[in-house]
């Protein structure tokens, strides 16, 4: 197999970077958050979110990052690849809880 030139290494991994998407994990906070407008809302919840996301959405396009659009708009964009993505009701509604709890608030 051949090797990259040295050259094009520096390229290479800027490129990558560009790609990458933060998706992050849900913190005990962020539960605690979702929780005042989701009462009982577990961060176990959010994982599962996150993970129904990262695996129904990344099929079509790069997923974008929860922080990036406010949690008021969240539910709307995800309605609108609900059947193109073939989402459940289960994985709608947990894909929306963990986006919106990582959301900033709208303003």
Same mark, same amino acid.
């Given at each position: 197999?051949?090797?990259?030139?040295?050259?094009?290494?520096?390229?290479?991994?800027?490129?990558?970077?560009?790609?990458?998407?933060?998706?992050?994990? *849900?913190?005990?906070?962020?539960?605690?958050?979702?929780? %005042?407008? =989701?009462?009982?809302?577990?961060? /176990? +919840?959010? #994982?599962?979110?996150?993970?129904?996301?990262?695996?129904?959405?990344?099929?079509?396009?790069?997923?974008?990052?929860?922080?990036?659009?406010?949690? *008021?708009?969240?539910?709307?964009?995800?309605?609108?690849? %609900?059947? =193109?993505?073939?989402?459940?009701? /289960? +994985?709608? #509604?947990?894909?929306?809880?963990?986006?919106?709890?990582?959301?900033?608030?709208?303003?």
């Amino acid at each position: 197999m051949r090797r990259l030139a040295p050259a094009l290494a520096p390229a290479l991994a800027l490129a990558l970077a560009a790609c990458t998407v933060d998706v992050p994990r *849900a913190t005990p906070l962020d539960a605690e958050r979702a929780a %005042r407008t =989701r009462p009982g809302t577990t961060l /176990a +919840e959010l #994982d599962r979110g996150r993970t129904t996301y990262l695996s129904k959405c990344t099929g079509c396009h790069r997923p974008v990052a929860p922080r990036s659009i406010d949690a *008021a708009s969240w539910p709307e964009h995800v309605d609108e690849m %609900r059947e =193109r993505a073939h989402l459940s009701p /289960a +994985e709608h #509604d947990a894909i929306v809880l963990y986006l919106t709890a990582l959301a900033p608030a709208p303003r």
